[in-house]
């Protein structure tokens, strides 16, 4: 069965410092991976995606990820973190018209 | 901009009742997803649809049914509403192959 995870529940970074937040996938043929993010009382948003190509993959905020087919991770990162950035961050896998999400990961931006 | 509107954003009922869940999209979408979002368990599908009149079982669709008559709207449906259905639902839609989904603000149902 496909499946995503996300093995910390919780991230914490001062502002201005690097974030890493991060995912990794089991999936049976080649991976299509997301990334989304919700604010608090809010639908999900798209922040990038890897179908194929470059591994490294640019998206909305200035948010990339990285993707490691021989790790099966696809980490999202961020240069420098900004408070607003702080949120409900879920990595996600398309398989058979649909997405298998992670269980999430909390990211807090200190001031 | 790309709209997904859920009917409700705060909703309260009771045990027993029967509950109707609306999703509209704007954009044309083959694909619309009905997920619950509960803490520490991510989001687990409940029923996608792909089609007008068609619907697919996802992960958890015991005790939820769906209508898709038009397709720009899909319907969650809770035949009778428990205590244990109490959660945040949340639709989205996508166009159909490898493309984002684009999702609604969700409900956050509870049943007393």
């Known amino acids: 069965a496909q499946s995503v995870a996300q093995p910390e529940d919780q991230v914490n970074v001062a502002e201005g410092n690097p974030l890493t937040v991060k995912c990794t996938y089991s999936v049976s043929g080649n991976p299509y991976l997301f990334w989304y993010v919700q604010y608090p009382n809010r639908g999900l948003q798209f922040l990038l995606k890897?179908?194929?190509?470059?591994?490294l993959v640019k998206g909305s905020y200035g948010f990339e990820a990285e993707f490691n087919k021989s790790q099966t991770s696809f980490h999202l990162k961020k240069p420098s973190a900004l408070v607003s950035d702080s949120a409900l961050y879920f990595c996600?896998?398309?398989?058979?018209?649909?997405?298998?999400f992670g269980p999430g990961t909390r990211l807090s931006v200190l001031p | 901009d790309v709209k997904v509107t859920q009917s409700s954003r705060y909703l309260v009922k009771r045990t027993g009742e029967k509950v109707f869940l609306e999703c509209v999209q704007d954009m044309d979408h083959e694909n619309m997803f009905w997920y619950r979002q509960d803490p520490g368990l991510g989001l687990r599908l409940i029923y996608f649809?792909?089609?007008?009149?068609?619907?697919e079982k996802g992960d958890i669709p015991e005790g939820y049914s769906v209508s898709r008559e038009k397709k720009e709207r899909f319907s969650l449906i809770l035949e009778s509403a428990s205590t244990n259905q109490t959660s945040m639902y949340l639709c989205a839609s996508s166009f159909q192959g490898f493309t984002e989904a684009f999702f609604g603000q969700g409900t956050r149902l509870t049943v007393v």
């Open positions: 996600a896998v398309y398989y058979g018209q649909n997405f298998v």
């Open positions: 890897y179908i194929t190509g470059d591994n």
């Open positions: 649809s792909y089609d007008v009149k068609m619907k």
